[in-house]
Nanobody
Framework: QVQLVESGGGLVQAGGSLRLSCAASGTFFRINTMGWYRQAPGKQRELVAAITSGGSTNYADSVKGRFTISRDNAKNTVYLQMISLKPEDTAVYYC???????????????WGQGIQVTVSS
């Protein structure tokens, strides 16, 4: 149905910036909400940011003011601009998309394979 490919991760120093991208491809009727989750070693996967097809956003308290989520519906791509990165931001970041295969179908959640973000002190 939907394939999600993340890019833009890597290693940066504290205070640096990274921009993650997630491109969706495949066959689907519509993608509703897209978002970014992250999971650090020994930690539970958590929502970082989400954005609806209409542009409404939601952020985890820990990243408010530092991260910005956006999307390009024409390109079926979601972005996560991260600034003022902290070591505690180190995690595997996963792209998520809720998509419908048809108008009368319920949304189905799809996940990317994850991309590593490492912030050194």
């Amino acid at each position: 149905q939907v394939q999600l490919v993340e890019s833009g991760g890597g290693l940066v120093q504290a205070g640096g910036s990274l921009r993650l991208s997630c491109a969706a491809s495949g066959t689907f009727f519509r993608i509703n909400t897209m978002g970014w989750y992250r999971q650090a070693p020994g930690k539970q996967r958590e929502l970082v940011a989400a954005i609806t097809s209409g542009g409404s956003t939601n952020y985890a308290d820990s990243v408010k003011g530092r991260f910005t989520i956006s999307r390009d519906n024409a390109k079926n791509t979601v972005y996560l601009q991260m600034i003022s990165l902290k070591p505690e931001d180190t995690a595997v970041y996963y792209c998520n998309a809720d998509a419908k295969s048809g108008l009368l179908k319920a949304p189905f959640s799809h996940w990317g394979q994850g991309i590593q973000v490492t912030v050194s002190s």
